[in-house]
């Protein structure tokens, strides 16, 4: 055994010993401190035999830690997420229990409530132990950051010696460009600032703004950015009327089709299909490395990896019982943040009872921890493309409000993340190109059904001279946090206010939301309806809805026009005559026409596509969901992400061009995979299609 080896053996046990004396005091510390806890029979015992009973405790602890946890926790992930952190605290004690009942002497003793804040103790302080220890020796780091990462990681492939560099595409979900720089100017992402910051030879990243398609939303903007086409995908959720059922970006089933249909329209398998790894995501993009996929968790057996990042996590007890008590403070800070808003009458608000502090606490710990732990693992097994999105602004942006003060402290700790991953970068392998990016933005504004006291839905039953029931149905939020713990789960996506599977005889109307757009379609008609048809059927719909106060614009298909824009007053404009800044479309800035002409041209554009009001002066608009924070149509920040990328990759567009679009945006992410790696080659569509089916 040579030299390096010898030493990192040594450096190994000598961790190992470190860990074990700490562990062990904080047992005599305990001992001292809890009346439930002793480590001496009821006679008393001499200090040799207590620090000896101390000692075997912890050690036998620690090795059914190292042993028995994974077993736990592949049990552990077959029950529902809210009771993770009761589960956590009470197998550690258990764990502890145990160890007491096989030490030599036989002596120790705990009650089990106390056995869990003791196991939980140790815990930390051997957690912390060995970090503050590993940061003094690289290899002990890198060691130490395997644990935390994806245990599955290929080896003996020859990528340990590879120099060219890889990419990290991080996806700060949500997060609109003046948001993120608004957070820099106020100290809130200093990871960020420091890159942007000039130095000698100027700053090490640059900052741009895009533009979205009409449908700001992650579906649309993720499937471009992973798979080079988001045609036909008209809004977060839509009817089709070929198969009458709605189709929702975040339910697994819809995912697995969309992607089918990405794949054979590009005729490659996607962004990651060299050596790629996709984390958190909605979609593939073609890599073999998969954690927490959506696209891929309805999958059963073997090959679905939607939750193999969970297991990698929850495998160290030190990470479960960190990321179970982040879990109930976020659930407390929640709670506590959103009495708050209640006392002091906030507006605008919305309800976040019921099971949303624990959606939060889920988004902005659970899903972050263990996405970010997976990232770490493909860069130090050396990955050339990893894409990994972090879903927490987002989640909480939509019920608290994008510049609200609740929001920013999530930005803060997302800097920290991403301060993290660049810490990693300097122990990888091989170098690394960091990108940061957001799919879309959120526009602030209180919701449709508050400000004029109904919703859309019953708007339209109005227009249609159809019953209006008293009582206004909730919209559903399409925030993807809740998809990713139904799909964490293996619950049931599918909520069944959307769940349409309906007669071509039945007439009513569905009404679906995504953010500030709304989609009506007439299931009874097997094709997209027509001004015409509609007025001959409804003659006050289109009018109802076009001249409301809360509304837009309306997109309709013509048979004179082949398609029309109505807005107040009686204005209509063909869609090939659109410009922006004129007509309905007057405020919503630069590429609403071409959003519209494109949307216009999907097979499955609804019968009547609804843009809500928005306000320029103060970029707001009204949502026909419930939320304060939201996207999904034209309007404001919502349509306005960013980029943030390195200076030693080439400029996304040619100087005083614009990024329109996230499949522009996947074209610049492969030319920047070229620089990096050389010629990408793609797999096959076909190879490819089979693993999405």
């Known amino acids: 055994m040579g030299h390096g080896r010898w030493r990192k053996l040594l450096s190994g046990v000598g961790r190992s010993i470190a860990v074990w004396a700490a562990s062990t005091a904080t047992m005599l510390v305990l001992a001292g401190v809890l009346p439930d806890f002793r480590l001496e029979s009821p006679g008393g015992d001499s200090a040799t035999r207590i620090a000896v009973t101390a000692a075997a405790g912890a050690g036998v602890f620690g090795l059914l830690s190292s042993l028995v946890w994974p077993l736990l926790v592949r049990l552990l992930l077959l029950v529902p997420a809210l009771v993770l952190g009761l589960l956590v605290f009470f197998l550690n004690g258990s764990l502890l229990l145990v160890a007491l009942r096989v030490t030599p002497s036989g002596d120790a003793e705990a009650a089990p409530e106390t056995a869990v804040v003791v196991a939980a103790a140790m815990s930390a302080v051997a957690s912390a132990t ?325 919703s859309l839905a019953n708007l339209v039953r109005a227009g249609c001279g159809l019953h209006v029931p008293r009582k206004v149905e909730r919209t559903h939020s399409g925030a993807e946090a809740r998809a990713a713990v139904r799909a964490a789960l293996r619950r049931p996506v599918e909520e069944k206010a959307e769940h349409h599977r309906v007669a071509r005889r039945h007439s009513e109307p569905i009404v679906l939301a995504s953010g500030n757009l709304g989609l009506v379609s007439f299931p009874d008609v097997p094709h997209r309806m027509s001004k015409e048809e509609i007025d001959r059927r409804y003659p006050a719909l289109l009018s109802t809805l076009a001249n409301h106060p809360g509304v837009g614009f309306v997109l309709v298909r013509s048979e004179e026009h082949g398609g029309v824009v109505l807005g107040a007053f009686g204005a209509e404009i063909p869609v090939d005559r659109l410009a922006d800044e004129t007509g309905p479309l007057t405020g919503f800035g630069p590429g609403a026409a071409h959003a519209v002409r494109r949307t216009h041209s999907f097979p499955h554009a609804a019968d009547i596509m609804v843009n809500s009001w928005y306000d320029p002066a103060e970029g707001e608009v009204l949502a026909f969901e419930e939320q304060i924070g939201s996207h999904g149509g034209l309007g404001g920040a919502q349509g306005r992400p960013f980029l943030l990328w390195p200076v030693e990759l080439s400029a996304p567009v040619e100087e005083g061009a614009e990024l329109v679009g996230a499949e522009q945006v996947h074209e610049v992410f492969r030319r920047w995979l070229g620089e990096c790696e050389g010629p990408q080659v793609p797999r096959p569509a076909a190879e490819e299609g089979e693993r999405a089916a």
């Not at 909480?396 to 660049?422: F, M, Q, T």
């Open 130 to 454: 060995g970090a503050a220890i590993a940061v003094r020796d690289d290899d002990a780091y890198r060691r130490r950051l395997y644990r935390l990462a994806d245990r599955r990681r290929r080896r003996g492939d020859g990528r340990s010696g590879r120099v060219t560099p890889g990419a990290v595409f991080v996806q700060l979900d949500g997060v609109g460009h003046d948001v993120l720089r608004e957070a820099v100017a106020k100290g809130l992402m200093p990871t960020v600032a420091s890159w942007l910051a000039p130095r000698d030879g100027g700053p090490s990243h640059r900052l741009t703004a895009w533009r979205t398609d009409w449908s700001s939303q992650t579906g649309a903007s993720q499937l471009g950015i992973l798979h080079g086409s988001n045609h036909d995908v008209p809004a977060f959720r839509w009817y089709e009327k070929e198969t009458r059922e709605v189709v929702v970006c975040n339910r697994p089933t819809s995912a697995a089709e969309l992607q089918r249909r990405a794949i054979e329209r590009t005729g490659d398998g996607g962004l990651l299909t060299v050596d790629g790894a996709s984390r958190g995501n909605l979609f593939s993009g073609g890599a073999d490395q998969l954690a927490l996929v959506l696209s891929v968790s309805a999958r059963r057996g073997r090959e679905n990896r939607s939750r193999v990042g969970y297991f990698a996590y929850f495998s160290d007890p030190a990470n479960a019982v960190r990321t179970a008590m982040s879990f109930a403070a976020e659930v407390a800070r929640e709670i506590g943040q959103s009495t708050r808003a209640r006392l002091k009458r906030q507006r605008p608000r919305v309800g976040r009872g019921g099971l949303y502090p624990f959606v939060r606490a889920f988004a902005t710990v659970v899903e972050r921890d263990v996405v970010v732990a997976a990232v770490i693992g493909d860069m130090l097994a050396g990955r050339s493309a990893i894409y990994a999105d972090l879903v927490a602004y987002d989640e909480v942006a939509h019920h608290s409000g994008p510049h609200s003060r609740d929001a920013e402290k999530v930005l803060h700790r997302l800097d920290r993340s991403l301060a993290l991953l660049a810490q990693v970068a300097e122990h990888a392998p091989r170098p690394y190109r960091i990108v940061v990016l957001s799919d879309h933005g959120q526009s602030p504004g209180e919701t449709f059904r508050t400000r004029y006291g109904l």
